[in-house]
Every structure is written in structure tokens, then in C-alpha cells.
């Protein structure tokens, strides 16, 4: 599953798919292909089958991360942001060294408009993993939330630095370069 995942993270979502159907076919009971599945079903906009495959996740593996924040993408494609919110507030208290359910719980929070308690959730997660791309970019998020332009760019910059890949990172820095001003760039 390792392979599907390092798949979908470069947008080669049917060779993913093949990756997790084999595995699905050896082992029923992969929890963790059914949190991938769960990723790209929300990606098609297959909201359905997206939370079926997360919740099925979930139940074979109920103290996974990977599985909880599967199902906060699905809650949140249906538009229940409280009920992935809470879903992520269990994986933290489940695992509270998984960064990146931190930085999943962040995201959240900022979508309620809980925009302090956003940044201690994001500080949490650069905390724990701080050359992880995905929380330099929530803690950039946050800090665009609070007009806190000079620090947004700094975390957006360390997040690009991280992982140049990832389009979002790019994106708050313009955001945050136009918020301070600086049309030009």
C-alpha cells in the first residue's frame, strides 16, 4: 500500500487504484486500503462511496490515524466540517504524536472560523514534525487567518522548502505575499 500511496501522491490515481484493489483482494480486512480508496473516492466527488470506504476503515482499524482523518476528508465532502472535526479530535486524543492529524484538526478548525485555536493546533502539529511540509503549510494557513502576513510567508516558505511539490504551499505564499502587499511577487 505503500506504493498506492507514493501513486496518488503524484496524481496517478488508477494505478493507485489497481494497488488497492490487489491488496483488498489478498487481505478484506486492509484497513489501509480502505482509507485510500476513501481519498480518491472523495477526489472523484464519489461522496458515498468515499464515506462507506472511510467508515469501513475506521472499523477495522479503529486507532488509526490514516483511517480518521480517511473519514474527516469524506465528513467533510458532505459537508459535516463538526463531525470531522470531532472525528479528528478522537485520532489526537488516540494519537497524540500523529502530526499530521494535528495539522488535519487545524484545517478544520479554521474552516469553523476558530481561527486562535487553529494556530495552537498547528503549532502543535510543527511541534511535533516541523520539516513536514503539510504543518509549515497549516501553520502558514493560521497565520494568513490572524493577517499575520510576515509569519504565514516564513511557515508557507518552510513548507515549499519541504515539499515544493504540493500546490497549496505555493498558493498561500501568494495569498500571503498579497496580503502584505507585495503585488508584484
Known sequence: LQNAASL???????????????????????????????????????????????????????????????????????????????????????QPGDALAWARLAELQLMLGDRRLARETAQK?????????????????AALAEFRSDEAMAAFERAIAYDSADPLAHLGLGLARISSGDLEA
Open 125 to 141: 502539529a510543527v511541534s511535533l514534525q516541523p520539516q513536514l511540509g503539510r504543518t509549515q503549510m497549516t501553520l502558514g494557513f
Open 8 to 94: 496518488l501522491s503524484v496524481g496517478r490515481v488508477d494505478e493507485a487504484r489497481a494497488e488497492i484493489d490487489k491488496a483488498l483482494q489478498q487481505d478484506s480486512k486492509a484497513g489501509e486500503a480502505y482509507a485510500l480508496s476513501a481519498v480518491i473516492n472523495v477526489a472523484l466527488n464519489n461522496s458515498d462511496q468515499a464515506l462507506a470506504d472511510a467508515n469501513k476503515a475506521v472499523e477495522l482499524n479503529p486507532d488509526s490515524s490514516a483511517a480518521k482523518i480517511a473519514l474527516s476528508y469524506a465528513q467533510q465532502a458532505v459537508f459535516d466540517i463538526p463531525g470531522a472535526t470531532e472525528t479528528l479530535q478522537q485520532a489526537v486524543q488516540q
